[in-house]
């Protein structure tokens, strides 16, 4: 399992609030688990390192995904690769 070290260049905007995060591992690939808030949304990421996952397609990436989460729906998330980072966010809910 990766330590939190390998985390930590993820960048969280200013206006942005981490709520909860903890590592997760699932067959041997770690991630950055993350519940955060910003602009009126509650939402959720799993971070991984893009060398982890290199080999994975799309596909094979959300399978994963649903591994960690219960319910995931590759439907309702966005996928984004940024630096050294993809990150699979999910789980929105707005404020009224």
Same mark, same amino acid.
């Given at each position: 399992?990766? !330590?939190?070290? *390998?985390?930590? @260049?993820?960048?969280?905007?200013?206006?942005?609030? =981490? #709520?909860?995060?903890?590592?997760?591992?699932?067959?041997?690939?770690?991630?950055?688990? @993350?519940?955060?808030?910003? *602009?009126? =949304?509650?939402?959720?990421? /799993? =971070?991984?390192?893009?060398? *982890?996952?290199?080999? #994975?397609?799309?596909?094979? /990436?959300?399978?994963?995904?649903?591994?960690?989460?219960?319910?995931?729906?590759?439907? !309702?998330?966005? /996928?984004?690769?940024?630096?050294?980072?993809?990150?699979?966010?999910?789980?929105?809910?707005? !404020?009224?």
């Amino acid at each position: 399992m990766r !330590d939190i070290e *390998d985390f930590k @260049e993820v960048k969280v905007e200013p206006d942005t609030k =981490i #709520l909860y995060t903890e590592l997760v591992e699932r067959n041997g690939i770690t991630a950055k688990f @993350e519940l955060w808030y910003w *602009d009126h =949304i509650n939402g959720s990421s /799993l =971070i991984f390192l893009n060398e *982890d996952i290199e080999k #994975l397609t799309e596909d094979e /990436l959300y399978e994963l995904c649903s591994q960690f989460i219960t319910g995931f729906n590759k439907k !309702d998330s966005t /996928l984004k690769k940024s630096g050294q980072y993809c990150f699979v966010n999910y789980g929105f809910s707005y !404020d009224k």
